[in-house]
């Protein structure tokens, strides 16, 4: 985000008179996310300023983050616009000021803040670290020194995350609540170190101080009626979720202002908020990685934490009304599949919704459990739906793709003697810490092109390292060739590249699996090396 010159990011009567030369021309940038007092905004702007002035440059542009997180580049439109402006011409600076080195983020892939050096010096920029003891030269020196801060930038950012995670344990071992927005019928209150009640929190509002805690109670008197009147209707109306959501949103009863659907009402079924049981640690998703599901013994359960909405007896006999429907323990394929011609017969057609709607048939659920997905389901009885499946099917041939490729690195780096760990539900590599994730890049011609160029989906989840992308050839049919990647490369949606705009996006060329997986064991050795340089770095601070 651009802020206008002469704003309290400067230094009063720091700023020099303005000077046609644009070589004497500079840009700062400032972030600040929940860091000490001496990373404030101001306080990174005074030293910018004194540092500007002895050497003769007036700041014209100031680009600003404020209360954002350093794990990743999402989010921080200062950093974003100082990017986007450097690429495209934009800039009328040649020197780009910055108080030190963990500002740019604390990035867990130490090459992504190194990707945005390179990016701003690439295109004539001037770096300069104003706080720092050394001068970002160029030098050999420089570059050692800066690679050890950024991985000690890195460091600081998980020893801080193991800090807050362990604590936020234990407060929910105690009955409190960690997380965000409760559930419909429920209210977070807020009480204080003695336990006295400060008052019910709205949305979006958050605790100030840190001894203050947030409990969960039960929400006013027309969301936990509607919500008792859900169970019922489930386990003695023996209605299904969608008819249930049908029959709320006919009635004008709205979730937080929005309609119902099956989803909802199937989490409210499944939630044991409801009866006064906090549970936490469920899933993780550590320094902006990859979501994953913990194993139910690191769950931190705490029952009766608070007042039940629902009934504990009605709300068991749902979870095992959901349980039969999802398992349908006794009933043969062969009956499930009679079940469903039956259905298709009497409906004209077959989708999740009119299969979950539909009483005396076991759920979607249970038909993608038995069968691996609803169109196995559709092919065994001869059902074709009109929605056409071939991205589907493609989809399916790309998965495979990477699932060959990452058992075969797997293999060539577990030869090495290296601590291989393979993460089979995201298909990621970790190796040492470093994670290795696996994309595919499918050819297109543009119109009026006579060369072909590639794509590459960056996804939801991209943990920092490494990326290898599977090339396709002209037809999306065979590999072309293998390239390898920083994941701080891949910043948007998606990045599009041809051959001759490869080498600029840091796209490495490997011909064959065996010279891929040597060159991502040289680039696995390189990042350990400067990963045990920091911490032996870190424990000579400590001790001195």
Known sequence: MELPVGTALTVQNAKLPRRRDENLCAAQYVRMSTDHQRYSIENQAAVIAAYAQARGLEIVRTYRDEGESGLGIKNRPGLTGLIADVRQGRANFDHILIYDVSRWGRF??????????????????????????????????????????????????????????????????????????????????????????????????????????????????????????????????????????????????????????????????????????????????????????????????????????????????????????????????????????????????????????????????????????????????????????EHIESAIVRRDMIKALVLKVAEALAKSGDDVRVDQFHQILRVHAIAISFRVARSRYTRGATHPSWVIIRGRQLPPGLVVVIRLSAGNREVKDYLVMPASALVGRDLRFSERSRERFGLRQYGTVVGLSEAIKRRLHNLTYLMRCARHALDEKSTS
């Open 108 to 389: 867990q892939d130490i090459d992504e803040s190194a990707h945005y050096e390179f990016v701003c010096r690439e295109a004539g920029m001037t770096v300069c670290y104003c706080a720092e003891q050394f001068e970002n030269d160029g030098s050999v020196i420089s570059g050692i020194v800066k690679n050890i801060k950024r991985v000690m930038a890195a460091e600081y950012s998980r020893e801080l995350g193991v800090k807050v995670h362990a604590g936020a344990c234990h407060l929910s071992r105690l009955g409190f609540r960690q997380g965000g927005h409760p559930c419909f019928g429920l209210r977070r209150e807020l009480i204080d170190e003695r336990g006295r009640s400060r008052g019910i929190m709205e949305n979006g509002q958050w605790k100030s101080l840190q001894t203050d805690r947030v409990v969960l109670r039960p929400g006013p008197k027309h969301e936990t009626e509607t919500v008792r009147s859900v169970f019922d209707r489930f386990v003695n109306g023996h209605l299904t979720e969608t008819k249930i959501a049908r029959e709320l949103n006919l009635a004008g009863v709205l979730n937080k202002g929005r309609p119902w659907t099956f989803c909802k009402i199937h989490y409210l079924l499944q939630n044991d908020n409801y009866i006064g049981t906090n549970r936490y640690n469920r899933h993780s998703c550590r320094l902006r990685t990859a979501q994953k599901e913990n194993p139910p013994s690191d769950w931190i359960i705490k029952e009766d934490a608070f007042g039940p909405v629902v009934d504990k007896a009605i709300f068991a006999k749902a979870q095992q009304m959901l349980e039969d429907r999802r398992h349908c323990w006794g009933v043969s394929d062969e009956e499930m599949l009679k079940r469903l011609r039956v259905l298709l017969h009497r409906r004209g057609r077959l989708s999740r919704d009119v299969i979950n709607e539909t009483e005396g048939i076991p759920g979607s659920t249970a038909y993608l459990t038995r069968f691996g997905s609803l169109r196995n389901a559709y092919r065994l009885i001869g059902y074709t739906p009109k929605r056409k499946y």
